[in-house]
């Protein structure tokens, strides 16, 4: 499934409203209404100490509930923009529109899925990680230690994004493999240690 990013929808329309394009004001505070229904949705959450399944049922009712018609309102929006005379496709606005127009599907999929961010900040963040960290190696030794290596980010990200400890995580589920058939090594996974460790506080 491929989503979009909301926060570059949302830069690409900023850009332009800071480049005096006033119309486009209305379409900036829509995509902002999106983006606050988010953090009322986390706000909830974390106030009801709500856990991980049911905070996505709740986010997936408010998404259907109000989030879908806020896309409704950026959709008339955009065409109402593009409607203008003064709307250049080459222009800073009719760059936003046309990122919008092009990146609708994917931009959409949030409503269907409440597994799905707005945005995909928290995977930039965790790629600039593995930027960064170039500077201290050049090679991983072969295409297979690529592999591996692409792997273990992926875990450690995961690890973090779920609040659990990487380094406590990968010793355990080390220490783990070799006794785990594979018919359960789902269980292994960071979600599935992530709840298992909760249960196990409880």
Known sequence: MSAGCWSHA?????????????PAVPLLRAIGRLFAIERALRSRR???????EAFLELRSVVRARRSAGVLAAIRSEVEALW???STLPKSALGKALTYLDNQWQPLAVCLDDPELEL?????ERALRHVFTSRKNWMFFGSPKGGAVGARLFSLIASARALDINPEAYLVDVIRRIDTTPASKISQLTPWAWAAEQ????D
């Open 10 to 22: 949302r830069h690409k329309v900023l850009q332009a409203v800071e480049r005096g394009t006033q």
């Open 46 to 52: 974390d106030q009801r100490a709500l856990d991980h």
């Open 83 to 85: 409607a203008l005379r």
């Open 119 to 123: 945005h995909n900040n928290d995977a």
């Open 198 to 201: 909760a249960g196990s506080a």
